[in-house]
């Protein structure tokens, strides 16, 4: 005989809130408790996510994280003047070189001296040879008549790095003649440099040789 077809099983849920005596249910009154339990816990875990949150809000940014942050300002850097501002700029400096030197012209003449006004334009040469005779100055080695001379061995030293640098920037750009000039000062002016600071660094001691002195 076939096996008899099995009936599928069902199960009846009992969601009546009252028994039949009209009182609640005790299994309602425990799922609707711990269904308000897990109510309080999700609050509670909530409550302090939110409070975590607004206590990293509230805290001041690392020092360092400050300082590594670049400051961002909408001031733009100036333009400089454009090509035409430039050249309208020298032309009107030449114009006005050329009226003062045309006075100076005249009065020269008027006092009997051959200089022209041309002879007190700076160009390299007297350029650097300012400079180098600030450096002799400044190391104690001249010193402006009727002065005394005064040794100044930071700015000695200033001035030589400044004939360095103009050295090394006009690489090029010089006749013969003005980079001779230059090698020839940098290399006198350090030369000076170093026995000005040997000097003071090893002052000579006592007199002469057999003057009877300690």
Known sequence: MADKEKKPEFVVTDRRLFSTDGELRQDVVEDEERRAEREREKSEAQRVVNEERRAAQQQPAPE???????IVTDEAAPEGPSAQEQHDSAAAYRESTREIDESIEK?????????????FE?????FVASLYMSSLMQLGLAA??????????????????TLAIL????KGNLTPAEQNML????YELRMAYLEVTNLLAHPPQGGPAGDGKP
């Open 167 to 170: 050295q090394d920037k006009t």
């Open 107 to 119: 009065e020269m003449r008027k006092q009997g001296q051959p200089h022209r006004a041309q002879d």
């Open 122 to 126: 700076m160009t390299f040469e007297k």
């Open 64 to 70: 360092s994280a400050a300082q590594s942050t670049p």
């Open 183 to 186: 090698q020839n000062c940098l």
């Open 144 to 161: 402006p008549q009727g002065a005394k001379p005064q040794v100044d061995l930071l700015g000695a030293r200033q001035t030589i790095d």
